[in-house]
């Protein structure tokens, strides 16, 4: 069993930076892809980035690509998310999930956060 905790929300005017981080508890987490995904009020659940278990792969939605970047440290456990040119459409509650499989499908992932709120001011 994998447990997962997001923290570094908050709010932000555009254009500023912000970091998420995902620690996590459970010895398999290094061999555990993540993912980051955000929901905002009345919309889907969308995908942000995910990272693969050694971190040598990495995928992007468009929407944030060139702005954030998900990284990891394996020692410490945690799944980091930087996310630079933020915008009011990055407004969203951010969930960081694991799974064994590399996946930019939410719906794949079976362990989750309870979700961190990012809120842009413009």
């Known amino acids: 069993q994998v447990h997962m905790v997001e923290s570094g929300g908050g709010l932000v005017q555009a254009g500023g930076s912000l970091r998420l981080s995902c620690a996590a508890s459970g010895r398999a987490f290094s061999s555990l892809a993540v993912g980051w995904f955000r929901q905002a009020p009345g919309k889907e659940r969308e995908f942000v980035a995910s990272i693969s278990w050694s971190g040598r792969g990495t995928y992007y939605a468009d929407s944030v690509k060139g702005r954030f970047t998900i990284s990891r440290d394996n020692a410490k456990n945690t799944v980091y998310l930087q996310m630079n040119s933020l915008k009011p459409e990055d407004t969203a509650v951010y969930y960081c999930?694991?799974?064994?499989?590399?996946?930019?499908?939410?719906?794949?992932?079976?362990?989750w956060g309870q979700g961190t709120q990012v809120t842009v001011s413009s």
């Open positions: 999930a694991a799974d064994r499989n590399y996946s930019q499908v939410g719906a794949t992932y079976d362990y």
